[in-house]
T-cell receptor, first 114, second 114 residues
Framework: DTAVSQTPKYLVTQMGNDKSIKCEQN?????MYWYKQDSKKFLKIMFS???????INETVPNRFSPKSPDKAHLNLHINSLELGDSAVYFC?????????????FGAGSRLTVL | AQSVSQHNHHVILSEAASLELGCNYS??????LFWYVQYPGQHLQLLLK??????LVKGIKGFEAEFIKSKFSFNLRKPSVQWSDTAEYFC????????????FGDGTTLTVKP
């Protein structure tokens, strides 16, 4: 039973298209995140939501819009895709208290923009 | 601003060799420290963490790491690696209780030859 699941795992699309990546966690965590991992494996946070409220919004183009319908879901919608958006996108979650720093990651969604 | 530096980008070892991966960080305050591992085709998962107390922490699969505050280091060690340890290893640091503020190093690729 996957703790953090993302779909799709692979996504190949043309420049200019709009696409979404979905994420769900069944851990009961309060906080969810989106990370971007570039071709050099560098992992950078994009967004963080706590109980459906945006708490971190790093400098990302406004073509990227996260949506959290409930605290178990955090979806990432990307408009007008560009070549530079090609990367692996990881969803993650964490809970509060002493373990608030420990991230549980999804398997990643590899986005390729042609 | 906090930063994390992993000195070894690619390490190649034979089975049964000892492993030490370097991690140094820059952060002006109390830190929580982590090592995450990403096996081929899989998601990042927590290998071990340091919050407080004994600076020598033990993780899964025989890994350990030592926090040396004076050196701002958190090196990962394993006395005898196995082929199944082939993976990407990421060091991360962040303030207590705020996973979204964690900064990741750019990873070390470990290849273990059978």
């Amino acid at each position: 039973d996957t703790a953090v699941s993302q779909t799709p795992k692979y996504l190949v699309t043309q420049m200019g298209n709009d696409k979404s990546i979905k994420c769900e966690q069944n851990l009961g965590h309060d906080t969810m995140y989106w990370y971007k991992q570039d071709s050099k494996k560098f992992l950078k946070i994009m967004f963080s939501y706590n109980n459906k409220e945006l708490i971190i919004n790093e400098t990302v183009p406004n073509r990227f819009s996260p949506k959290s319908p409930d605290k178990a879901h955090l979806n990432l919608h990307i408009n007008s895709l560009e070549l530079g958006d090609s990367a692996v996108y990881f969803c993650a979650s964490s809970h509060g208290g002493s373990g608030a720093n420990v991230l549980t990651f999804g398997a990643g969604s590899r986005l390729t923009v042609l | 601003a906090q930063s994390v530096s992993q000195h070894n980008h690619h390490v190649i070892l034979s089975e049964a060799a000892s492993l030490e991966l370097g991690c140094n960080y820059s952060y002006g305050g109390t830190v929580n420290l982590f090592w995450y591992v990403q096996y081929p085709g899989q998601h990042l998962q927590l290998l071990l963490k340091y919050f407080s107390g004994d600076p020598l922490v033990k993780g899964i699969k025989g890994f350990e790491a030592e926090f040396i505050k004076s050196k701002f280091s958190f090196n990962l060690r394993k006395p005898s690696v196995q082929w199944s340890d082939t993976a990407e290893y990421f060091c991360a640091v962040g303030p207590p209780g705020n996973a979204g503020k964690s900064t990741f190093g750019d990873g070390t690729t470990l290849t273990v030859k059978p």
